[in-house]
């Protein structure tokens, strides 16, 4: 099994649906990201947790949220989807700590289209 | 925070080294060099990072500059595999991580 799991690999949806996004993870990481990449681009990241409690904004927030249930578990949420949030988003982990907590562990991604 | 800029596309022949620059000119005290790779729509994968040491480990080789402002990715017998973006990061360990546009490698036969 993979150590950084995301469900569902590819969902097509339609404008103005709410869409969740699940990340788990058994490496027993304490921090969790959520990145998107446009076709062509680098990746965008989304929101960050560095533990349980904590939740953070990155680059390009508006439009999502997250909701961080366990220490493994990690959710992105697009309330009410658009066009341009077609994407490809990508879950990724690392510990805590100095030099290793930017050694990410990434997930195979979602690929998630919006009509 | 750190920028760091990369050629936006290199070629290398198979079996030959792959040297991959990356500029980090404003790099902090407290920032480290990170390497990742993405091959095509997959996750990206680490690949090493450093501080101020040379580094080295089964995937490659970190040569960092002694003022620290540029360091270059040596992949010693570059594989058709290995054809990917490269990205280089400069990020303090108490930071998020942020991706750039990267260097894209194309592994030629």
């Known amino acids: 099994d993979a150590d950084v799991t995301q469900t569902p690999r590819n969902r097509i949806t339609k404008t103005g649906k709410r869409i969740m996004l699940e990340c788990s993870q058994t490496?027993?990481?304490?921090?969790m990201y959520w990145y998107r990449q446009d076709p062509g681009l680098g990746l965008r990241l989304i929101y960050y947790?560095?533990?349980?409690?904590?939740?953070n904004k990155g680059e390009i927030s508006d439009g999502y949220s997250v909701s961080r249930q366990a220490q493994a578990k990690f959710s992105l949420s697009l309330e009410s989807a658009i066009p341009n949030q077609t994407a490809l988003y990508f879950c990724a982990t690392s510990v805590g700590g100095l030099a290793g907590a930017n050694v990410l562990t990434f997930g195979a991604g979602s690929r998630l289209t919006v009509l | 925070d750190a920028k760091t800029t990369q050629p936006p596309s290199m070629d290398c022949a198979e079996g030959r080294a792959a040297n991959l620059p990356c500029n980090h000119s404003?790099?902090?005290?407290?920032?480290?060099v990170y390497w990742y790779r993405q091959i095509h729509s997959q996750g990206p994968q680490y690949i090493i990072h450093?501080?101020?040491n040379n580094e080295t480990n089964e995937m490659a080789s970190l040569i960092i500059t002694e003022d620290r402002k540029s360091s270059t990715l040596i992949l010693p017998h570059a594989t058709l595999r290995d054809t990917a973006v490269y990205y280089c990061i400069v990020r303090a360990s108490r930071r998020d991580m942020r991706f750039g546009a990267g260097t894209r490698l194309t592994v030629k036969p």
């Open positions: 490496k027993g990481h304490d921090r």
């Open positions: 450093g501080l101020k």
């Open positions: 404003t790099i902090s005290g407290n920032e480290y």
């Open positions: 947790s560095f533990d349980v409690k904590d939740i």
